[in-house]
Nanobody, 121 residues
Framework: QVQLVESGGGLVQPGGSLNLSCVAS????????MAWHRQAPGLQRELVAG???????DYADSVKGRFTISGDYAKNTAYLQMNNLKPEDTAVYYC???????????????WGQGTQVTVSS
């Protein structure tokens, strides 16, 4: 089985920075894509940033230029560096991985439990 665990969330003032980490564990054969999503109270979950195994990245317009996704796939780890944080960035941030398991065909869609990010003065 595969588990994703996020860490690094917390309370930060507007303009501050946080670095989120996501570690995947289990019978991992290969990773096709890792991504970060977020969900604020009363709103739908939205894609924040994604990175394919080849290195291509994509960002939501609202975070472009402020957030950077990176990864160390040898350690099954993804990161989200968040700079110049704004109150509207407040949400639960979820790690998402498209991952193939040993001896299983195709890729599965796996999610972490989320980490809270609160931006407030």
């Amino acid at each position: 089985q595969v588990q994703l665990v996020e860490s690094g969330g917390g309370l930060v003032q507007p303009g501050g920075s946080l670095n989120l980490s996501c570690v995947a564990s289990g019978s991992i054969d290969s990773i096709y894509l890792m991504a970060w999503h977020r969900q604020a109270p009363g709103l739908q979950r939205e894609l924040v940033a994604g990175m394919a195994v080849g290195g291509s990245t994509d960002y939501a317009d609202s975070v472009k230029g402020r957030f950077t996704i990176s990864g160390d796939y040898a350690k099954n780890t993804a990161y989200l560096q968040m700079n110049n944080l704004k109150p509207e960035d407040t949400a639960v941030y979820y790690c998402n991985g498209i991952i193939r398991i040993y001896n299983q065909p195709g890729y599965g869609d796996y999610w972490g439990q989320g980490t809270q990010v609160t931006v407030s003065s």
